[in-house]
Nanobody, 122 residues
């Protein structure tokens, strides 16, 4: 069974940076597109970045130019480097395997992990 464990969140001032990590157990990691989602209080979970098995990336407009998604297939790890953070980036961040790297059509494949809280103060 694939498990997803997110880490790296924390409290940071606006303009700061954080790097999130996602450890993926199971044997399908290298073949799957992966994605980072976030869910702010009172809002729906949204997909903010995806990366295919071949390394192609897509970003939501709200994070484009500030966030970078990457993966290490040898270590079954997914990362999200977040720079120039804004208070509106405050959310719980989740990772998941995706049906594709498409931001609109891609769907999550696995059960959700516990997520990691990111709080950006103004």
């Amino acid at each position: 069974q694939v498990q997803l464990v997110e880490s790296g969140g924390g409290l940071v001032q606006a303009g700061g940076s954080l790097r999130l990590s996602c450890a993926v157990s199971g044997s399908i990691f290298s073949a799957n597109a992966m994605g980072w989602y976030r869910q702010a209080p009172g809002k729906q979970r949204e997909l903010v970045a995806t990366i295919t098995g071949g390394g192609s990336t897509n970003y939501a407009d709200s994070v484009k130019g500030r966030f970078t998604i990457s993966r290490d297939n040898a270590k079954n790890m997914l990362y999200l480097q977040m720079n120039s953070l804004k208070p509106e980036d405050t959310a719980v961040y989740y990772c998941n395997a995706q049906t594709s790297g498409d931001l609109v059509l891609g769907l999550p494949l696995r059960s959700w992990g516990q997520g990691t809280q990111v709080t950006v103060s103004s």
